[in-house]
Every structure is written in C-alpha cells, then in structure tokens.
C-alpha cells in the first residue's frame, strides 16, 4: 500500500512492484479487498511500503475500514516497530502482524509481540537474494539493504524467539511472473517446523502448485491477480485439478 495526494489528504492506493522497485497503483484498497474476498482469499497482506509519520494514520485508518466490511483475516506490517504500533493495529482489527526490519533491528520484538499476543499473532516477513555459494541472503528497508545474515539461518532465529510464520519473497523475482523460487520455498518449509508463505514471482496458476509442491503451506501473490486475466477462484480451481487440497466453497 502506497499514498495518493488528494484535495482530502494523503488517500491508500493499493501498488504493485517489480523487484521491489518501479511501482504501480492498481487500486482502492477496500473495492479490490472485496473483490479478493469474493473469490474466496483465504487471508490478505496488507503492508504500508511509505512506512512514514503520514502513512502510519492512514495504514491505521484503512485496517479498520477493511476489518469492518471484510470477514477475511488482515496480516498488516510495513514500518511496525513497537509494541504501541501492534495494538494500535489490532484494535483495528488486524488479525497478525508482519514484522521485517524492526524485526532483523531489535530481534527482541518478535519475542515481546508472541509473549504479549501469541505466536499466531507474528508473521516474519524474509525478503530474499540469492547469493553465489547457493544461498540466500537476507534484505531488508525494501530490499535495499543487504544485512549480511542468511536466510535460513535467520528465518530459524526468528521461529525460535516466537514467529509463527514466515512469509518469504524473492527480491529478483517479485512482479517478474517467471514463478516462485521453489529452491528457496523448499530450503526454508523443510529447514521450519512453522508455515511457510512463499511470494514473488506468480505469473501463472501453475506457479501456485508448484509452490505448494516445493512444501509452502500457502502462497502470496499480487501482480498476479492484479494485472492478469485471473482471480483466486480460477486459481483455486487450478490447484483443485492439479490434485491438491484446497477449499472452492465458502
């Protein structure tokens, strides 16, 4: 999520990127929401890619409106950093927290968050390049900074001090619709003993069964659905023939 100026104020503007750069408004957040809830989403990521003193009322403002007209469960993150800006976000009506840099800033704060609102309650967000050896480093302040810690290593780190998911995405493939890194996605859902949500890179349905193949317990995308001919139920139907479980009804 991004802002839009408007003779009211700074307005939410969905926004969809292209390794992490090169961004797109693709729409009002609450109409796209309900859209995605339509076709059956199992849950949405709302994240504030601003992650400013202007955004953060916004980012606030936007939670509730969606908790309110939505029954699908909101994971919200983008600048989070305190356990102030936690609560804020669930009296809103968010349902988890997304934590990324605050979290690789001051690794005490997942412990804190998972101590005060449960495990269930923190999703690790893991923003990922591939490095020469095979592996793959960790980046994060969108990806512009590369903290020098490895992926695996780190995503082990944060499940050990209370994460309760770990949602990475693929800096190099992110927007690209060449499909998901699956070495990755499998590295890290056979290394954790929690979910994994793998991103960056769905450019067909067939990229979501792979993913699920690769041992991701659920898949993330945005591109996909906002700038191709596809919605989640096509999709769903899609991994539904592919012979994996998946819900097609409410």
Request: one cysteine or more; hydrophobic letters at 40%.
């Amino acid at each position: 999520m991004g802002l839009r100026r408007s003779f009211r104020g700074p307005q939410p503007v969905l926004l969809v990127t292209r390794q992490f750069t090169s961004r797109r408004a693709v729409g009002d957040p609450l109409s796209q929401a309900k859209i995605y809830e339509a076709q059956l989403a199992d849950e949405l990521i709302l994240v504030d890619l601003e992650r400013t003193e202007e955004s953060w009322p916004v980012l606030l403002d936007t939670v509730e409106v969606l908790a309110e007209a939505l029954a699908t469960p909101l994971a919200v993150g983008g600048g989070v950093h305190s356990l102030e800006q936690v609560q804020a976000l669930l009296d809103r009506g968010a349902d988890k927290l997304v934590l990324n840099s605050a979290a690789l800033k001051q690794p005490e704060l997942i412990g804190r968050v998972a101590t005060s609102y449960g495990s269930q309650c923190v999703v690790l967000s893991l923003d990922a390049r591939p490095n020469s050896d095979g592996g793959w480093r960790v980046c994060s302040e969108g990806g512009n900074l590369d903290e020098g810690r490895e992926a695996l290593s780190w995503a082990l780190e944060a499940v050990d001090r209370g994460a309760g998911e770990v949602m990475v995405t693929a800096i190099e493939r992110d927007g690209t619709g060449e499909g998901l890194d699956l070495d990755l996605t499998k590295a890290l859902a056979d290394t954790l003993l929690v979910p994994v949500i793998a991103s960056g890179g769905c450019g067909l349905a067939q990229h979501f069964v792979e993913g699920y193949e690769a041992g991701a317990a659920a898949v993330a995308a945005g591109t996909f659905f906002c700038q191709r001919d596809q919605n989640p139920m096509q999709c769903r139907s899609h991994i539904r023939n592919a012979g994996l479980p998946i819900r097609l009804e409410v």
